[in-house]
């Protein structure tokens, strides 16, 4: 579950952060800056206007369906520690560190929100609603003695995201039946002993176009990408440029607003994982963990974002598609370990 930062620029300190509310995405001059800063790679030769060449299926605009009330959890299941209040939570300013015994309640967490996920993915098909899917999600958490860790923080009242189409992120799950076509971004996080795992995927919903399904796979080699670059010793800003060259290869764009964070006892922490060309400081350490959750869209002009008013569900401004992937990785002395895999 990303987190989204306010109007910045690349040469200044690392910005406070909201966890992904507010009644609109502010627009930045993140990409202009990038360009410009001394420092930083240039971007790499654009393939834009490469996926015109193929056809998109015509898909109405997202539209809200009703949300259910928020779904029970038995009372011996440790919650965390922000449940209970409407309040959105600080970000964490300490990295998540882990040593042999931490690290194995930290991979238990993270092995059962890839399970989580992979048995939510099955449910993807023309006429299910996103919140049968939450409810799933739901009982599998439970039955697993974890706790669905979006329930309830900051007031979310649904224990799994589900972001169809140009939702980009945080989609709030209801009764809209998925369409053939469509793509879904399912997003879950289990708290498990104590522990955070954070991972999300985006599926295929029946018969989708060669263009989103493009858009789809690009995605998730820069996740792959991003990952690529990770060990000790290595500075954060490598990762996005990683992306954003990927990015840029297809003629996609890279959301600025939503980025990846540190996971561990802390839902949200240090450090801060921006997904396009940055110049912020830091290095990697042995031990840590955080997620890489590159948000694409299907245009390299169609990166900002509106927010509906139940200050969640952010939508591309244009309506194209956006897609994510995330993964929560373990930083090693030669790489890094993915931690949310079956």
């Not at 238990?108 to 099955?122: F, I, P, S, Y």
């Not at 990952?227 to 890279?254: D, Q, T, Y």
Request: net charge positive; with cysteine; aromatic share 6%.
């Amino acid at each position: 579950m990303a987190v989204r930062v306010p109007s910045m620029e690349l040469n200044r300190s690392p910005p406070l952060l909201s966890g992904g509310r507010g009644k609109t995405c502010l627009k930045k001059l993140f990409i202009v800056q990038a360009k410009r800063s001394g420092g930083l790679d240039k971007a790499a030769p654009s393939s834009r206007g490469t996926q015109t060449s193929e056809k998109l299926k015509k898909r109405a605009p997202l539209t809200r369906g009703t949300v259910s009330p928020p779904l029970p959890v038995p009372w011996h299941i440790t919650r965390p520690p922000y449940v209970g209040t409407s309040k959105m939570p600080e970000i964490s300013s300490e990295m998540q560190m882990h040593d042999k015994e931490t690290i194995v309640h930290m991979r238990a967490a993270c092995e059962l929100a890839a399970r989580v996920l992979e048995n939510a993915g099955k449910l993807v098909k023309p006429s299910v609603t996103t919140d049968e899917i939450d409810k799933a999600v739901h009982k599998m958490i439970i039955d697993a003695g974890a706790y669905p860790s979006p329930l309830g923080y900051g007031g979310f009242p649904k224990s799994v995201c589900t972001s169809v189409n140009e939702c980009m992120c945080h989609g709030i799950p209801d009764s809209r039946e998925l369409q053939d076509g469509d793509i879904i971004n399912i997003d879950v996080t289990v708290y498990l002993n104590g522990f955070h795992g954070d991972t999300s995927k985006t599926f295929l919903c029946g018969e989708v176009d060669e263009a989103s399904k493009r858009l789809v796979k690009v995605a998730e080699e820069c996740m792959l990408r991003g990952i690529s670059a990770c060990k000790h010793g290595v500075s954060f800003k490598k990762i996005g440029r990683r992306i954003s060259e990927h990015a840029e290869r297809h003629g996609f764009g890279v959301v600025e607003q939503f980025v990846g964070h540190g996971v561990g006892r802390a839902f949200h922490s240090q450090p801060i994982i921006y997904h396009q060309r940055n110049n912020m400081p830091g290095q990697m350490v042995e031990g840590q963990t955080f997620t890489i959750e590159p948000i694409l869209t299907m245009g390299k002009d169609s990166i900002e974002c509106d927010m509906w008013d139940d200050g969640w569900t952010a939508l591309t401004t244009d309506g194209s598609l956006a897609t994510q992937f995330e993964h929560t990785i373990l930083i090693t002395k030669t790489g890094a370990e993915i931690l949310t895999k079956c």
